[in-house]
Structure formats: C-alpha cells, structure tokens
Nanobody
Framework: QVDLVESGGGLVQPGGSLRLSCAASGSFFSINTMGWYRQTLGKERELVARIKEGGHTDYADSVKDRFTISRDNALNTVDLQMNSLKPDDTAKYYC??????????????WGQGTQVTVSS
C-alpha cells in the first residue's frame, strides 16, 4: 500500500501564490507518474499537472505558465508551485502517484486532498 500525504493548501488572495507538496510512503519499487488533480463540487476531477519519472510534464491549458510541477525521486515527493492564482483555481487538490510494486503489480494512489481557496 502506498500512502500519500498532502500539505500546503489554504486561502489566498487573487494574484497570490501557494505551494502544494505531496509525499509518498510505503513499500514500492518505482513511481512512474506523479500528478495533481483538482475537483470542485458537482464537477469531475480534472488533471492540473503531471510529471513522469524522466521529467516530462503535462499541464492543463488553464494553468500553463502559472503553475509548475516538480518531483524529487529520492524523497518520493511532488510539489506544485501555483502563481498568479485566480478564483477559478479554487478547488480541492488531490495528489496522485502511479507506479509498481516489486512484484510488478501496478498501483495508483490518491491523497486525501487539500483545499485551495482563492478569494479576496
């Protein structure tokens, strides 16, 4: 089992910045993809950004040039630096990691979510 713990959410004014962090714990062989998703009430969870083990990144169009995802493979952590935040960024943000156990079974683990509220 892979457990994810997120931190860094909160209330911020429009134009402000927040940094989300997520750390994995447990027994696993590798983590291929680390990502952040977000969800608001009544809407489906959507991809915000993800990063592959080799460093390739994908971003939602709505956050390009404002958000930056990064990972530390030694610490099994992923961060999301969010700048120029807008009210539309208000959502619960979830960390997701996809990888393999030592017996080659795959896993996809989710964190509990951290609330980000952008409001004046």
């Amino acid at each position: 089992q892979v457990d994810l713990v997120e931190s860094g959410g909160g209330l911020v004014q429009p134009g402000g910045s927040l940094r989300l962090s997520c750390a994995a714990s447990g027994s696993f062989f590798s983590i291929n993809t680390m990502g952040w998703y977000r969800q608001t009430l009544g809407k489906e969870r959507e991809l915000v950004a993800r990063i592959k083990e080799g460093g390739h990144t994908d971003y939602a169009d709505s956050v390009k040039d404002r958000f930056t995802i990064s990972r530390d493979n030694a610490l099994n952590t992923v961060d999301l630096q969010m700048n120029s935040l807008k009210p539309d960024d208000t959502a619960k943000y979830y960390c997701n990691m996809v990888g393999y156990y030592s017996d080659f079974r795959s896993f996809s683990s989710w964190g509990q979510g951290t609330q980000v509220t952008v409001s004046s």
